[in-house]
């Protein structure tokens, strides 16, 4: 008996629940390739002094990662496309632990850049692979939470890798337990293991299709393949797996390069929290070092927050209204101005505790955008989401490394407050492209409707 037979004689019984335990082990690819990803932020002091390398060669190595990431975004999302998801990411994971690997034995500054360059190379395909799945495995009612949950665990992972890395390199104990502290090399070493782990089990487990895995019955693929919330809108014919991405109608979409600029804004809006906000608060507001570290993890805790809710307000107003354009853009554009607005009010707000809760609300809205980015990229994909997400990540991707560039030349020139206006324009550009966003039909559609 076939995998399709037994799915056929399995149709009376209730639904089984696969597609959940598919969405768990995106989440925690996600996390932990944060983990792993972020493992250089704690001893990078530690990394230049062993190594002796100046501040700006630190920097250079901090950068390496992100033009690589970027740059392979697209190459990353056609290996998902044509390899499927299993036998990529499954690769991709092994790659980024060899890259994670390397770092422990890293003997000057060209070798760290080269670890660092073939983590973004690896670590490029996780989001172009994860948003397919998605396309796959879950019905277009369930994209707008598992996007949320994406971009929450990628901030969790982030928390996790620094808060652990910290403890391994001090030693810590357990009840009676002592644990000694490590070497960074060390440090990098144990931050190679989960990833190989959970490589083996989504190789073993994880199928391309629902209608390939063992573990689904007609039940629940009713409930993937059944009638979509949004009846009217057509929906993009099936095509051969790994057939080539379109690319003439991609690059000719206006709604494709709307996607990949409010994914650019946002970018660039994100990293600024990640990189320079632990400086804006100790120069441009007087913070001294150790509390500007617990303050500026406040913005991102709530980033987290609106990411997660984000999904479900996204899910819950496609049910209630059957509207992309409500659920999708209606929802992305409230929040991107309500995050510029917020973040434009922080920079007249002297008091600091007023201030800090209006940059706080502000990245929850920079969240509760997040989700709408990455749900309307699977929307408007169709049958070719990898190569299209992974052209929206490069954007963005390029956006996280223009804008910490950016920030060093205002904050050498003492425009350490003016840094909070230029945070809200980008957000309010983001929120631009959104209102000139077509949030429904697929890009595809979009550009062959235009040509007829």
Same mark, same amino acid.
């Given at each position: 008996?076939?995998?399709?037979?037994?799915?056929?004689?399995?149709?009376?019984?209730?639904a089984?629940?696969a597609?959940?335990?598919?969405l768990?082990?995106l989440?925690l690819?996600?996390?932990?390739?944060?983990?792993?990803?972020?493992?250089?932020?704690?001893?990078a002091k530690?990394?230049?002094?062993?190594?002796?390398i100046s501040?700006t060669?630190?920097?250079w190595?901090?950068?390496?990662?992100?033009?690589?990431?970027?740059?392979?975004?697209?190459p990353?999302?056609?290996?998902?496309?044509?390899?499927?998801?299993?036998?990529?990411?499954t690769?991709?994971?092994?790659?980024?632990?060899?890259?994670?690997?390397?770092?422990?034995?890293?003997?000057g500054?060209?070798t760290?850049i080269?670890?660092?360059?073939?983590?973004?190379?690896?670590?490029?395909?996780?989001?172009?692979?994860?948003?397919?799945?998605i396309?796959?495995?879950?019905?277009?009612?369930?994209?707008?939470?598992?996007s @949320?949950l994406l971009? +929450?665990f990628?901030?969790?992972g982030?928390? $996790? !890798?620094? %808060?652990v890395? *910290?403890?391994?390199?001090?030693?810590f104990?357990?009840g009676?337990?002592?644990?000694?502290?490590?070497t960074w090399r060390?440090?990098?070493?144990?931050?190679?293991?989960?990833?190989?782990?959970?490589?083996?089990w989504?190789?073993?487990?994880f199928?391309?299709?629902p209608e390939?895995?063992?573990?689904?019955?007609?039940?629940?693929?009713?409930?993937i393949?059944?009638?979509?919330?949004?009846?009217?809108?057509?929906?993009?014919?099936?095509?051969?797996?790994?057939?080539p991405a379109?690319?003439?109608?991609?690059?000719?979409?206006f709604?494709?390069?709307?996607?990949?600029?409010?994914q650019?804004?946002?970018?660039?809006g994100?990293?600024?929290?990640t990189?320079?906000?632990?400086?804006?608060?100790?120069?441009?507001?007087?913070?001294s070092v150790?509390?500007? @570290?617990?303050?500026? +993890?406040l913005?991102?805790?709530t980033?987290? $927050? !609106?990411? %997660?809710l984000? *999904?479900?307000?996204?899910?819950?107003?496609?049910?209630?209204?059957g509207?992309?354009r409500?659920?999708?853009?209606?929802?992305a554009?409230?929040?991107?101005?309500?995050?510029g607005?917020c973040?434009?009010?922080?920079?007249?707000?002297?008091?600091?505790t007023?201030?800090?809760?209006l940059?706080?609300?502000?990245?929850?809205?920079a969240?509760?955008?997040?989700?709408?980015?990455?749900?309307?990229?699977?929307?408007?994909?169709?049958?070719?989401v990898?190569?299209?997400f992974?052209m929206?990540?490069?954007m963005g991707?390029l956006?996280?490394?223009?804008?910490?560039?950016?920030?060093?030349?205002?904050?050498?020139?003492?425009?350490?407050?003016t840094?909070?206006?230029?945070?809200a324009?980008?957000?309010?550009?983001?929120?631009?492209c959104?209102?000139?966003?077509?949030?429904?039909?697929?890009?595809?559609?979009?550009?062959?409707?235009?040509?007829?």
């Amino acid at each position: 008996m076939t995998d399709q037979d037994e799915l056929k004689t399995d149709s009376q019984g209730p639904a089984t629940r696969a597609r959940f335990l598919v969405l768990t082990l995106l989440c925690l690819v996600a996390a932990v390739a944060y983990i792993s990803r972020n493992a250089i932020a704690v001893p990078a002091k530690l990394i230049q002094e062993e190594l002796d390398i100046s501040l700006t060669q630190m920097g250079w190595v901090m950068s390496a990662f992100f033009w690589s990431y970027a740059l392979s975004q697209i190459p990353s999302g056609w290996v998902g496309h044509v390899w499927g998801t299993r036998r990529a990411l499954t690769c991709f994971a092994i790659l980024w632990s060899v890259a994670t690997a390397m770092m422990g034995v890293v003997v000057g500054f060209w070798t760290l850049i080269l670890a660092r360059l073939i983590f973004g190379i690896s670590q490029a395909g996780i989001f172009p692979c994860s948003a397919n799945t998605i396309s796959k495995w879950l019905p277009e009612s369930g994209r707008g939470l598992a996007s @949320g949950l994406l971009g +929450s665990f990628m901030s969790i992972g982030s928390a $996790v !890798g620094t %808060f652990v890395m *910290g403890m391994l390199l001090v030693g810590f104990t357990v009840g009676e337990i002592s644990i000694p502290a490590v070497t960074w090399r060390m440090g990098m070493w144990i931050f190679a293991v989960p990833s190989v782990i959970w490589a083996v089990w989504f190789f073993y487990w994880f199928r391309d299709r629902p209608e390939e895995h063992r573990g689904v019955n007609a039940a629940e693929l009713e409930k993937i393949r059944g009638v979509p919330a949004v009846t009217k809108e057509g929906t993009a014919e099936p095509v051969a797996p790994g057939e080539p991405a379109p690319w003439g109608l991609i690059l000719t979409s206006f709604s494709m390069w709307m996607i990949c600029g409010q994914q650019f804004f946002r970018a660039a809006g994100y990293i600024f929290y990640t990189t320079f906000f632990p400086t804006y608060l100790q120069e441009g507001r007087g913070i001294s070092v150790a509390s500007s @570290g617990i303050l500026a +993890s406040l913005p991102l805790l709530t980033f987290v $927050v !609106g990411n %997660f809710l984000g *999904g479900i307000v996204v899910d819950w107003v496609l049910q209630r209204t059957g509207s992309r354009r409500w659920s999708r853009q209606g929802v992305a554009i409230v929040a991107m101005l309500g995050c510029g607005l917020c973040t434009l009010c922080a920079y007249f707000v002297q008091e600091m505790t007023l201030a800090m809760t209006l940059i706080s609300v502000s990245m929850f809205f920079a969240g509760l955008g997040g989700a709408c980015g990455y749900t309307v990229t699977i929307d408007k994909g169709g049958q070719h989401v990898a190569p299209i997400f992974g052209m929206m990540n490069m954007m963005g991707n390029l956006g996280a490394a223009l804008l910490p560039v950016v920030v060093g030349m205002m904050f050498d020139a003492g425009l350490y407050g003016t840094v909070l206006i230029l945070m809200a324009g980008i957000y309010v550009s983001a929120a631009l492209c959104w209102m000139l966003l077509n949030p429904n039909g697929t890009v595809f559609d979009e550009t062959r409707s235009e040509r007829t």
